[in-house]
């Protein structure tokens, strides 16, 4: 049995490709498919059929790509009507070589979403894995907020009972594979764990150990994020992305090509580091570090004007621009040839802002009172702690507030660690706003400097300044 | 949770790389150890530990070469006597990062195996996966014949208590990682799984499902091969094999100096596939194909002699090297410049044997009566059956038999399918053998095209010829 | 000043990316044209012109696939209507950041040859490099017989006039960097040197000591081979090739599907050795190993039927198919998954013929005629001698001879080393000769080992047996 | 012919492997040699000869590192006793292959420095390329200052010598083959060309239209800067350096190891750019930015203590290590594990001072008067003009003048660009500095936003603040 287990970073997406005998099967292919069919190459593998769990939202599905350049078959759930591919069924079987893929249909995350259980007949007709997609995930369970919050508890109910009469009844022994691992936006406490097995996650997966009512209750109290671009992967996933033949190579744009571009509406997104971008960058452009590109890009960068990339060093693009294909942005530019230097050594205007460290926050609290911006995830906010008085707005929502951060006060903008804030301040920055401050090493380093937080039990000015609509986000379990 | 499994192909030999929170370990490295270092680059890890599942007679454990890179502490079972390292002891325990690995030892393959039981406090107490090394593998267990004939009992029981009371009693929901998978010589039942799991294998391994004495009776019917060069491995790892610094890069080596090396004794390995190898090689070259390094050349090649290596083009080097290395091979001189065109384009001499289909010799067996030299694994031979009259001796075994392969009638050499019978072939006539024919394919072929064999509980002449010691190895289970 | 010269082994083929100051120009690039924006992107350089010197015969021209990757300006000479680009006329200036490309118009090898001479204004005026394409080379000056006998003397005067006024005019001390190197089939007698001076070759270019008629008459005598894929060329390049998107990944195909492809006209391309190919082949294949692709398959093989190629161990293609895409080949089907064992090991019918070494050859010619076929160059066939009623047909003409090729009587077949020879016997046994043998090392081995040859110059029946149009092929020179 | 040039970036340092016929030579190999012997290997040569034009002074020479990889035989100039190799003299002849290897003796940038003369028997006796070392360069001829002031004018004389008598004296069209080309400290006027030709320098470098006398005036009236890690190469190479066995690979350290070492005395070297570096670096690190790494770490780290490298990312970190260790620097402990930010998200202390553009500096200089530090190249500062006012320090040379720079005035370093300000800031900084400003862009900027600068010839403050000993080297031709 071949087996590969394919990651892609950023987006914590799992694709898996399975192969026995000169066939193969790959499980939710990303857009940039060219590991499969090199990986089938050394197998000797021919690549024959594609299984896409559930439609997607945080990415471009890759399967078309991967069907022009493989031939193979697309299947998908039948409860949703995509534009491609061929719809499959609860109880449907295919052989890959020796290896028997069985569909079982898992509704919760989406209607169609289906699991995929592997065995080996020529062994056991036991179960011996599941490509679980979006349903069952190490420590989490799937989303069902997709459909609006009207049919969130339906979803959830159905959820509940794909994960306890489909996965869960076909014993305690049996690999799970699921879509994603820790850190996607999919679920909020997906552990990383490699994989998981069925009776691991019964023993220490909290959502499996609650009844159905109560099970339904807490996943409706969740109100994880979804950035604005998951519409635009929904559309692009029913009809199919637009086929790239590869992975794009962007050019290395000359200074004076950037500057015709920004004035024609062009984009740029900065992937340097907080210190770097603070000290010196391009007016209206936006810090999105280079692991941040798959989380935080589809908030804030449209899909149709170029978008220009903007390093110190212009080293190892590649996977930047993997992350921006997977993302559906087709609309990248290149990047400033020579790197950000190259900016200011043709002497063009940079702007800046000012950073600190949490020692030079703690000594500037004692004698003034900025206004402080927490851009982290209200549950990190509300169960970490923050500092008194300090506004919460999540990094990637910052649009929809930004008429409440005032403009004549001195703002301090903190997070985790210091790079959603970097992005928050450039947001700021290309907003017109002039007395930022990003505070390097966010609330982790105030915590480990031995500094003290609020917490949100504690009653607190801050509480009292978090919008009622985001308070209601704050996770009481 | 950082994870990786690497697996060293053709001693399908999984090592693992596993980290958090900076911190990384390595169970059971293989020699070119560059891959760890890479990955653990790859993810900001520091590798700190080392650990030996057990001391291994497959392989030259690549330890030492990768702590003298990293610094790392290197740790073993404490019931044999290794000349570097650390012995770690049942209930020690060692953080990486979050993760807590445990140590229960495992006895049975080896006295001082151990195995490393990994769990994740922050979650639960309840074990996540094991590294098992070579006592449970997916669908077979280990080899206990290495303390002798006298002692196979013995190991065999210790080896059963260890599955039983140590690993099985953790649950049945535990990833099992061993350190070998299908296609190794350290389990003849092996299943090529990328992993497994307690319960998967309490419900398909067909020696978990049987009692001790049944169990015991079983192991030491089983008589695997062992190459001879197992107890140059084993001293290996007893004392530390040679540091290399690297994989090495041997170089190409004109003919006349291939021609001077032999003239002094030096060996020659021919990487050609059958027909190539057949229709003309350099007089006493063996040939093993690219796949078949791990396995057998330490049947037949010595760490005295240099070894030149021969392919057709001289693509694709590094894995032969990588496969040379891990057996302790340090004495490659380099590989035939220009590949062996080189060698007959110089005019130099050149020997050849026939080689058939299985419809040609099918035609041939209705007129002719050649010696047919069987040279599978025994349990195939017994199992899938055999030409009428073939003679079995196992490829690696030849040299013992040789005195009974008679010399003065043509010879028909198969396999499973073509491979091993070249090797053979090649073994017979570099020992002067003159009416050789190999047949492509092998048995495999010869039951696809339809023609019949005997199977060994038919009563045939060929059943007559197998020696008395290779007769006890059939397994009758 | 940037500057890489891109060789593509096989057509040693030679192409050119020089950048300064942020920008690039690319002379003649191919059609796997990543190589260049790789390059470029290292270097921060953005590609915005393309140069080609000529129309080429040889080879798919990589213009517009990299104008359509880099958004670059193709230019090519005014003489020829290409369907694409912009055409550059004498005395055409381009700046590429500080360096100066002008345009000369150096006719003869085409209507449309254009040189492109390199100056770094602001060192000096005196040119430092000159691109000359297939108008001059280290050792050779460019074919003229492109547009048939009957203008081969109008287009070698004009080469001659081109080289002389346009080329040495400029002085000794320039850097010559021409469209091929050695081995290409754009020139029977190019050096195999990195680069050449206009000096040095007017030192040791045995044409550039010619005066006017004498050269004439010399390029006119020569009659070069022309495969009939250079038509297919001509046309794509004056049209523009199917812009394919990057390097296609063709898959592994079961030895079924290829079975199919045969059935429906598909083509078979072996890449084994001639030992491998000769001991046992998939009938109806053809023999084109590795490096001799790019000169050879384009005899053979047409654009419209599938092509199927078939390796020992399937290394290292992407060197296989880099050379097929680079003729055009866009119809590869794919491998066969697992090598050509496969096929046996599936029972599948394999041919085979016979193969001999020197020594054999010459023990047999003692008591037996066979008939020779030789398919080397003429030249060679003349200059080095041959043996003794040894039949001629270079192997790429062999089709046209076939009805000479008597099929009643044993046939050995030579060339320089056995590697056209194989060609040769492959395309015999695909079309029903039987009784063939390879001479592996040919002529060159022949004569390593002492055995003696004729000469043209010697009366002998094998002069006499060679066609009236390929002795006029024979340079006196 | 096999032809290829190595370059090692940042040195500017070219080696060269030729081959011809299964052998090949390498001509100054740098110290991270496995690109000679993979080069070597796809080519199917075998290396066996090394040839070192001269002594180095810039890097390691890698010879015996080679060397002991592939056996090959090490010849250097007669007239150094080095402890290693074979001396060769003028007249020796070495067959590489068909190519012949002539030495000369070019004296004059050292005693033993040789050019070795590539001829091409076959064709012409007539050279083709020399491999000159550091005798010739494009545009430019070889430093003659390492024997000290005294015998300056006697070096000199006698390159000239060399230079007229052995190389231009072959004749115009000899293909020029430099151990450097533009970038290196072995050169101030090295032009950045591929190749030259005898022919174009001839014409175009201004030291060939000299006469001899006015040739040995104008050399040592240069003073080209010499870095203290000269003596420390001239060491290595006279004994041979340290064999590594490939290049390193040194960990990735936690923030807390970083710590320990840099309180025994660890070196910290910061990759970053200039504003990354800036708003917040470790306290006491330098600023080596990663192309200036070959140029600049030499100055101020030295070889006892360990070496700590600090980027934002951790990105293409193999080009880093290979230029530190080209210089010698096998002190490397590592990286810190997850990029700077692991710094500042530890809580642990950061330093920074300011950045300011040149219009920032413009403004401020209307109503401040900062002290002006800048680092350029003395020829830089007096040649392009500087800021009234400025004080001079090489950036390398500024140990040696801090007692000149008050430490109770605001400084603004600048230099070219930024970088080597950003070194200067940085190492000012590390010495107690506080009140420092980076000028981002620097003259280059300043210049180009259309600001004035004051030239040397000026009569201005600034020319008077010129140090004695930094006048002198003004070149004034």
């Not at 394919?6 to 590991?35: F, T």
């Not at 007709?125 to 190490?138: E, K, W």
């Not at 609650?210 to 099970?215: I, V």
């Not at 000359?254 to 971008?277: H, K, N, T, Y």
Request: some cysteine; aromatic content about 10%; overall charge negative.
């Amino acid at each position: 049995m071949y087996f590969e287990k394919i990651v892609a970073e950023g987006l914590s997406h799992n694709s898996y490709l399975i192969g026995s005998q000169g066939k193969a099967a790959v499980i939710d292919p990303r857009r940039d498919c060219d590991v499969y069919i090199r990986h089938a190459d050394q197998a000797d593998l021919l690549i024959t059929h594609i299984f896409e769990t559930h439609r997607n939202e945080d990415y471009c599905i890759g399967s078309r790509e991967l069907a022009e350049k493989t031939g193979s078959v697309i299947c998908h759930g039948a409860n949703t009507p995509f534009r491609y591919g061929t719809p499959v069924k609860e109880g449907d079987e295919f052989m890959i070589g020796s290896l028997r893929l069985s569909i079982i249909e898992t509704p919760g995350h989406t209607e169609e979403s289906i699991s995929i259980v592997l065995s080996d007949p020529a062994v056991a007709d036991t179960p011996y894995m599941i490509f679980c997609g979006d349903t069952l995930f190490a420590g989490d369970v799937a989303r069902t907020d997709f459909y609006g919050r009207e049919r969130d508890a339906e979803m959830a109910a159905k959820i509940y009972d794909s994960i306890r009469t489909k996965i869960l009844a076909l014993g305690d022994g049996i690999i799970l594979c699921p879509a994603h691992g820790g850190g996607s936006v999919c679920g909020t406490e997906i552990r990383d764990y490699p994989f998981t097995t069925t009776g691991y996650e019964k023993m220490t997966n909290p959502f499996l150990s609650m009844g159905r009512d109560r099970f339904i209750r807490e996943r409706i109290r969740q109100t994880p994020y979804t950035p604005p671009y998951f519409r635009h992967m929904e559309r692009c996933n029913l009809t199919g992305a637009p086929i790239l033949h590869g992975v794009p190579l962007p050019p290395r744009l000359p200074v004076a090509r950037v500057q015709e571009l920004q004035s024609e509406g062009g984009q740029i997104l900065d992937l340097r580091s907080p210190p770097s971008f603070a000290a010196a960058h391009i007016p209206q452009s936006l810090a999105v570090w280079r692991t941040g590109i798959s989380a935080f890009t589809g908030w804030f960068f449209d899909y149709e004007r170029p978008i220009v990339v903007i390093d110190d060093f212009n080293t190892d693009l590649d996977p930047v621009i993997r992350q921006l294909m997977r993302l559906g942005y087709d609309n990248v530019a290149g990047f400033l040839a020579g790197g950000f230097s190259s900016w200011y050594r043709s002497a063009l205007e940079t702007a800046s802002f000012a950073t600190c460290t949490v020692q030079d926050l703690h000594e500037r609290l004692r004698t003034e009172t900025p206004f402080i911006l927490d851009v982290r995830d209200i549950r990190n906010f509300s169960t970490t702690g923050h500092l008194p008085g300090a506004y919460h707005a999540y990094v990637g929502e910052l649009p929809q507030h930004i008429s409440e951060i005032p403009r004549d006060r001195p703002i301090v903008v903190t997070c985790d660690a210091g790079f959603k804030s970097s992005l928050a301040a450039s947001y700021l920055a290309a907003n017109g706003y002039t007395q930022i401050t990003n505070l390097l090493g966010g609330m982790r380093a105030w915590v480990l400097a031995g500094y003290p937080l609020l917490h949100s039990g504690d009653r607190t000015p801050a509480e009292e300044e978090i919008p009622a609509l985001e308070r209601s986000r704050i996770l009481r379990g």
